[in-house]
């Protein structure tokens, strides 16, 4: 019988019932827009105030280090082009990953082919990895801005966040640079890892509402007291006038709400989907020749499964699992507009054939192991037809 499965939470999260239930006044009697001097204005504004000072708390950082914005994407465009452009003259190096979020690419390669900026790309391993050591020997008297995400969107590797920004902080303190500064794209986190800020040693951070279980449209930026940024649009005071606009009061308190829902429970659900998708794993390898599990083998997300399938297309089984009811990606949903292979698996130093035949299965709440037995049902079958339609034959030595 077919059934419903979604396994698309990388990409976005269904909004929990606790965090719908604290938003609805703000989209009723509760509507007065925070920067207004009358009582209704005043009345938001103290709600805002406080998930700013709840977030704050949760990240043990200060109220005033956090800024609302848009989304993952505005935070990190925000912390790479307004850091970058605000301190230029105390450098133009900057240092990044070749398979971070677009949001982070595209505003590197802007500053480096439109403002003149350099910027180092480093590459994974082929498990995902970036090392500390490789950070380290890309830093240069002139490097202002390392961005590097803390756990990857596609193929789900933890990144050694902590001991980089450990390594960052020391060679600032050595070496007397105190711009160089340190951003990490968290967006995909907050569920399953810590997000202490102090532990982590960043000086930036990017989290999204959407991938927590809160709204779509809003995120925040940490911003560590005393660093610069050079705002992307103008218009009013509001954050402090480096992201102006009308708060959206509803995400801001649903945001606040999520956060710290997924970082309560972030220890019991981790435990609970590791069992699943070891299964998910298990499953495909053991049942479809050809395959290739990408991303670390345990230094990844809980809920991360992100499987090559040689000699098919990754689009078109995205399209026969939807026909069963199941829902995933072949990687970043920002992205799922364009047919070219995923750039986080061709970082990893594998071939097109390997890229174009990535599936990324990302497990969430919902996820039941009755679930993970249908996809297992369905996959095969599906696998075997798409096979044999297919011209292409990947060499055995990408099967690892």
């Not at 900026?117 to 240069?140: K, M, N």
């Not at 959407?210 to 930026?221: A, D, E, F, N, T």
């Not at 005393?226 to 006038?241: H, M, N, S, T, V």
């Not at 750039?343 to 039941?368: D, K, N």
């Amino acid at each position: 019988m077919k059934r419903e499965v979604y396994l698309d939470h990388a990409a976005t999260t269904p909004v929990h019932p606790l965090v719908r239930e604290v938003m609805l006044p703000y989209l009723d009697e509760k509507f007065g827009n925070p920067s207004s001097f009358h009582s209704l204005g005043k009345i938001v504004k103290d709600d805002v105030d406080t998930a700013r000072s709840h977030i704050a708390q949760i990240l043990h950082v200060r109220p005033d280090e956090i800024l609302f914005t848009s989304g993952g994407t505005e935070s990190d465009n925000l912390a790479i082009l307004g850091y970058a452009r605000k301190n230029q003259e105390q450098g133009k190096h900057l240092i990044t990953t070749t398979f971070e979020h677009h949001a982070v690419l595209e505003a590197m390669i802007h500053l480096e082919k439109k403002e003149g900026f350099e910027v180092t790309y480093l590459s994974p391993d082929r498990e995902g990895l970036i090392s500390v050591e490789q950070v380290r020997e890309a830093l240069r008297d002139d490097t202002i801005l390392v961005s590097i995400m803390y756990a990857n969107n596609e193929i789900g590797t933890i990144l050694p966040i902590a001991d980089i920004g450990k390594m960052i902080t020391a060679w600032r303190e050595e070496h007397k640079r105190p711009a160089l500064r340190f951003h990490t794209d968290a967006c995909q986190t907050p569920e399953y890892l810590e997000l202490d800020i102090e532990k982590l040693h960043v000086d930036m951070l990017t989290l999204n509402g959407s991938k927590m279980y809160g709204p779509k449209g809003v995120g925040l930026l940490y911003l560590k007291r005393g660093i610069k940024l050079q705002p992307l649009q103008f218009g009013g005071a509001q954050e402090r006038a480096i992201r102006p606009g009308t708060e959206h009061v509803a995400g801001i308190v649903g945001m606040a709400k999520a956060l710290e829902l997924a970082q309560a429970n972030r220890e019991a659900e981790s435990a609970r989907l590791i069992p699943l998708r070891e299964k998910l794993i298990e499953g495909i390898r053991s049942s479809i020749k050809k395959t290739r599990l990408n991303g670390h083998t345990t230094k990844r997300l809980p809920n991360n499964v992100n499987i090559s399938i040689m000699d098919i297309e990754g689009e078109a089984m995205i399209l026969y699992l939807d026909a069963v009811g199941v829902y995933t990606s072949t990687g970043s949903a920002c992205t799922s507009a364009s047919l070219d292979p995923s750039h986080v698996i061709l970082a990893l130093g594998l071939p097109y054939e390997v890229a174009h035949g990535s599936i990324r299965f990302s497990l969430g709440a919902e996820t039941t192991q009755e679930d993970v037995e249908y996809v297992l049902e369905v996959l095969p079958p599906l696998v075997e037809k798409l096979r044999a339609l297919s011209p292409v034959s990947v060499d055995e030595k990408y099967f690892v």
